[in-house]
């Protein structure tokens, strides 16, 4: 699984360059976000924009990967595609993760 890393202030981008998370592709998923992610770091979005297909398989990865954060860390998802928005929808996983439009919405300050 092809993921990049950006840095952006106290969160780190990881972009995923496979066009599926699947069950082929979901052990090596939950390796590469483990092996991306420094333990300092406090929140971490998980940017699916080239991401075209997810299966159960890989649901249960971005799960794993979530809990791989453990409760002090935030882990987030951004620019989620119709076929994938439609998945998490389904499966109500829409209430468990903070999921945001665009990788700028995720980034953006908070205000009050």
């Known amino acids: ?13 990881l972009l995923v360059q496979d066009p599926r998370i699947d069950a082929s592709a979901a052990l090596q998923f939950k390796e590469s976000v483990r092996s ?4 300092s770091v406090k929140r971490v979005i998980l940017n699916l924009q080239n991401v075209d297909f997810i299966d159960s398989s890989g649901l249960g990865a971005i799960v ?3 809990k791989l954060m453990g409760k002090d860390r935030s ?6 595609t119709p076929t994938v ?6 499966t109500r996983m ?7 439009d665009t990788l700028e919405d995720a980034l953006a300050p908070e205000t009050l």
Do not use: C, W
């Open 1 to 13: 699984m092809n993921l990049t890393t950006d840095t952006h202030g106290d969160a780190v981008v």
């Open 36 to 39: 991306a992610v420094d333990l």
């Open 64 to 66: 794993a990967a979530m």
């Open 75 to 80: 882990f987030e998802l951004v620019a989620l």
């Open 85 to 90: 928005q439609k998945v998490f929808t389904l």
């Open 94 to 100: 829409n209430t468990i993760f903070e999921i945001h």
